[in-house]
């Protein structure tokens, strides 16, 4: 099976930044779509940002301006830099991946278990 592992989350002070990863793992044929999710306590999961394989983007209007997401297809990595942090921005931020494998041809969307960032002073 694939499997995407997030990295980067952490503690920050408003107006500070951090850079997560994802790297996805296993016997990967092409990624499509990948995207960073981030549900915060007592909140529904929410789409932040997504980069679609030929390099268009979509941001959320709260973090237009702020976020940044690329990838890095020969890495199977999708990266989201974050600068000027706000409190609001705290939350466990999840990447997901529609992936097509080598041994399965089908197209398959996969979840991270998740990052935690939290903004604060």
């Known amino acids: 099976q694939v499997q995407l592992v997030e990295s980067g989350g952490g503690f920050v002070q408003p107006g500070g930044s951090l850079r997560l990863s994802c790297t996805a793992s296993?016997?990967?044929?092409?990624?499509?779509?990948m995207s960073w999710y981030r549900q915060a306590p007592g909140k529904q999961r929410e789409l932040v940002s997504s980069?679609?394989?030929?390099?268009?983007?979509n941001y959320v209007d709260p973090v237009k301006g702020r976020f940044i997401i690329s990838r890095d297809d020969a890495q199977n990595t999708v990266y989201l830099q974050m600068d000027s942090l706000k409190p609001e921005d705290t939350a466990v931020y999840y990447c997901?991946?529609?992936?097509?494998?080598?041994?399965?041809?089908?197209?398959?969307?996969?979840w991270g278990q998740g990052t935690q960032v939290t903004v604060s002073s």
């Open positions: 296993g016997r990967i044929f092409r990624i499509f779509e």
């Open positions: 980069i679609m394989r030929t390099g268009i983007t």
């Open positions: 997901a991946a529609n992936v097509q494998s080598a041994a399965i041809l089908n197209v398959v969307g996969y």
